[in-house]
């Protein structure tokens, strides 16, 4: 699913909400997600998952085109762990 079918779904659900509301509150949900994992933060949405960043250190990679060893920085990635629910709604 990408985000336009999220809208129309939440559209669809919702009569009461204009496609424009419903993205700006899609955009509202995935800014505040974003923000709060800048600030080194976490977002648990119980029964779904949490969201949090993870450290990846400074390594040698190597350029794929040139085979050429490059240094990569060190980064702080997204990680999501999914929840109890989401997991067994998964291996049913």
């Known amino acids: 699913m990408i985000r336009s079918e999220l809208v129309e779904l939440l559209a669809r659900d919702n009569p009461d909400l204009s496609p424009k509301e419903v993205e700006k509150i899609v955009t509202t949900f ?49 990680y999501f762990k999914p929840g109890k629910e989401m997991r067994a709604r998964l291996n049913v």
Do not use: M
């Open 30 to 78: 995935f800014e505040a997600i974003s923000q709060r994992l800048a600030e080194g933060g976490r977002v648990e949405l119980r029964g779904f998952g949490a969201f949090s960043t993870r450290a990846r250190e400074a390594r040698q990679g190597r350029n794929p085109r040139t085979g050429d060893a490059v240094s990569v920085e060190a980064k702080r990635v997204p």
